[in-house]
């Protein structure tokens, strides 16, 4: 029997989530799987991706073979370079400590990239922000400007209006005494 490890989608049209899981070759996509060794949402910036790794590591050094999307998100979160640290310990290169000390490296160095893209599409964000706030005030401005030569002859008018209406008071105050 041959495995893959491969995505079953999961989520609703326009909204896809993946399942990771290793299953027979010879399955449907949706259907039959031996064990699910993770998820996938790529629906979030960046990607959310939950995988346990020493399954995946498990299913590697068993013949499993992963599609290309999968072999993707495995060495983005490590488990080919946790696999192939497992190599060189099973050969005498290595020794187990030495390994997981390579691989805590590389997880630490990982979180660090992610961080800082993450930090940055938040600093993105908040720059696109303030400059739609400067353009929609800049309008704003430049709409009360287009306005302001209107409501001046408006309240010139009124102006004109009080000081007549005041006028016409003040000659029948004047006529009644």
Do not use: C
Request: aromatic fraction near 6%.
């Amino acid at each position: 029997m041959s495995v893959k490890l491969r995505l079953q989608r999961r989520g609703k049209k326009g909204k896809p989530y993946y399942w990771i899981i290793a299953a027979d070759a010879r399955s449907k996509r949706d259907g039959k799987y031996l064990e699910q060794i993770g998820a996938y949402n790529p629906n979030t910036n960046p990607a959310t991706i939950e995988l346990d790794v020493d399954s995946a590591v498990k299913w590697l050094q068993n013949g499993a073979q992963p599609t290309d999307t999968v072999r993707g998100i495995l060495s983005y979160k490590g488990a080919l370079l946790k696999n192939h640290l497992a190599g060189g310990v099973r050969k005498g290169a290595l020794t187990e400590e030495q390994a997981e000390a390579k691989f805590t490296a590389w997880l630490e160095e990982k979180a660090q990239k992610v961080d800082a893209k993450s930090q940055d599409l938040a600093k993105a964000d908040a720059e696109a922000k303030e400059k739609a706030f400067e353009a929609e005030k800049a309008a704003n401005e430049a709409r009360i400007a287009a306005n302001a030569p209107v409501e001046e002859e408006v309240a010139e008018e009124a102006v004109e209006e009080t000081t007549e209406a005041e006028a016409t008071t003040e000659e029948a105050s004047k006529e009644e005494e």
